[in-house]
T-cell receptor, first 115, second 113 residues
Framework: AQSVTQLGSHVSVSEGALVLLRCNYS??????LFWYVQYPNQGLQLLLK??????LVKGINGFEAEFKKSETSFHLTKPSAHMSDAAEYFC?????????????FGRGTSLIVHP | KAGVTQTPRYLIKTRGQQVTLSCSPISGHRSVSWYQQTPGQGLQFLFE???????NKGNFPGRFSGRQFSNSRSEMNVSTLELGDSALYLC????????????FGPGTRLTVT
């Protein structure tokens, strides 16, 4: 069974500072990896995904993530935080099950951005 | 393309009642998945439908059921509601053959009193 661990339920940064949200997964085979963002009273929105190829993937709103197989990690970063980045972020891993890929989500990390 | 839509957005029910939630996927998407989101348990997978067939099911009691219609629209039903069923119910669609990338609707906030 696969699992996803997001370190830190809350991460607090100052506006303009580096954002680093951590995600580790357990999987016996290379998975597909995703980061989603959820704003209050909304559904989840895909930020970026890793399927195959380049291990550094770029997403929307200036976010990027690097797949490190040896560390089973897929950390999300952004060089400079903006107030509008304050939201809940979810890491997900999907593997084949019953003929389709079903994602397993981490518990989420709430990003707080201070002025 | 229009996004995933869910109706209603908010719902208040009493224990013991049943409820039906509706989801319209992105045009062309044949897979619809349902998730329950609560502060305590996070995002939990309920079930996935593809071409009107349930393809995957999460670990939820039989009170939770769903179906998919020929136009890919989906409904989920919860019978004999319990206080613990209060949650945000999210529907997500995908083309059906791919990596598990999901496109989410805004959710239905269900409150059971």
């Amino acid at each position: 069974a696969q699992s996803v661990t997001q370190l830190g339920s809350h991460v607090s940064v100052s506006e303009g500072a580096l954002v680093l949200l951590r995600c580790n997964y357990s999987s016996s085979v290379p998975p597909y990896l995703f980061w989603y963002v959820q704003y209050p009273n909304q559904g989840l929105q895909l930020l970026l995904k890793y399927t195959t190829g380049a291990t550094l993937v770029k997403g929307i709103n200036g976010f990027e993530a690097e797949f490190k197989k040896s560390e089973t990690s897929f950390h999300l970063t952004k060089p400079s935080a903006h107030m509008s980045d304050a939201a809940e972020y979810f890491c997900a891993v999907s593997m084949l099950s019953g003929g389709s890929y079903i994602p397993t989500f981490g518990r989420g990390t709430s990003l707080i951005v201070h002025p | 393309k229009a996004g995933v839509t869910q109706t209603p957005r908010y719902l208040i029910k009493t224990r013991g009642q049943q409820v039906t939630l509706s989801c319209s996927p992105i045009s062309g998407h044949r897979s619809v998945s349902w998730y329950q989101q609560t502060p305590g348990q996070g995002l939990q997978f309920l079930f996935e439908y593809f071409s009107e067939t349930q393809r995957n099911k999460g670990n939820f009691p039989g009170r939770f059921s769903g179906r998919q219609f020929s136009n890919s629209r989906s409904e989920m039903n919860v019978s004999t509601l319990e206080l613990g069923d209060s949650a945000l119910y999210l529907c997500a669609s995908s083309p059906g053959q791919g990596t598990g990338e999901q496109y989410f609707g805004p959710g239905t906030r269900l409150t059971v009193t």
